[in-house]
């Protein structure tokens, strides 16, 4: 069955710190790979996304994520984050059209 | 910016009540979803659609129904509330690059 797992739920950092999201996926075939985010009281907003070439895609705010097929991973990482960063991430991954999103990880970034 | 509107954004209700969440976006987008999503977990798809005419069951069984007559417009009813389904509704489009552009969502209550 296709799946998307995201490794941790809650992560604090300070801020300036780095931050690395896990995601893997479990597809057959061609997949796309998304990272959403959702700040506090806002909807789902698009971070970035991976169809095809460079396998590292840069997003908004400063987010990049490395897509390694032979892992099939797809981890967010920001190198310096801020505390407007606090909000939580979904990874997603979509085949055909259909989305499957992971359990989002919940990050808080304290002052 | 994305435009896709849910209303209401919130709406408390008594159980056996009939509801429909309004979903509609001004993108001209042929795929359309509903998700559900309690609070700090995964999103969950419940309904979608390619096109006009063409409804979709997702991956978590739901008593709600959709239809799909306008391009623009994917309505969620459910005909008589529970309390179980007390949750947050999100309704989301996508076109051609496949990623998906949210509402902010619907938070029901069923009392």
């Known amino acids: 069955a296709q799946s998307v797992s995201q490794h941790n739920h809650h992560v604090i950092l300070s801020e300036a710190a780095s931050l690395e999201l896990g995601c893997n996926y479990s597809?057959?075939?061609?997949?796309?790979l998304f990272w959403y985010v959702q700040y506090p009281g806002q909807h789902l907003q698009l971070l970035l996304k991976?169809?095809?070439?460079?396998?590292l895609v840069k997003g908004i705010k400063g987010f990049e994520a490395e897509f390694i097929k032979s892992k099939f991973s797809f981890n967010l990482r920001k190198p310096s984050v801020q505390w407007s960063d606090t909000a939580e991430y979904f990874c997603?991954?979509?085949?055909?059209?259909?989305?499957?999103f992971g359990a989002g990880t919940q990050v808080v970034v304290t002052p | 910016e994305a435009d896709i509107y849910q209303t209401p954004r919130y709406l408390v209700i008594g159980t056996g009540k009939k509801i429909t969440l309004e979903c509609s976006q001004t993108?001209?987008?042929?795929?359309m979803y509903w998700y559900q999503q309690d609070p700090g977990m995964e999103l969950h798809l419940i309904h979608y659609?390619?096109?006009?005419?063409?409804?979709e069951k997702g991956d978590l069984s739901s008593e709600s129904t959709v239809s799909r007559i306008r391009t623009e417009h994917f309505p969620l009813t459910l005909e008589s509330a529970r309390p179980s389904h007390t949750s947050q509704y999100l309704c989301?489009?996508?076109?051609?690059?496949?990623?998906?552009?949210f509402g902010p969502g619907t938070r029901l209550t069923v009392t």
């Open positions: 993108m001209g987008h042929d795929k």
């Open positions: 997603a991954a979509s085949s055909w059209g259909k989305f499957q």
């Open positions: 989301a489009s996508s076109g051609v690059g496949y990623e998906q552009y």
């Open positions: 597809y057959g075939g061609t997949v796309n």
């Open positions: 659609s390619y096109g006009v005419n063409s409804t």
């Open positions: 991976y169809f095809s070439g460079d396998p």
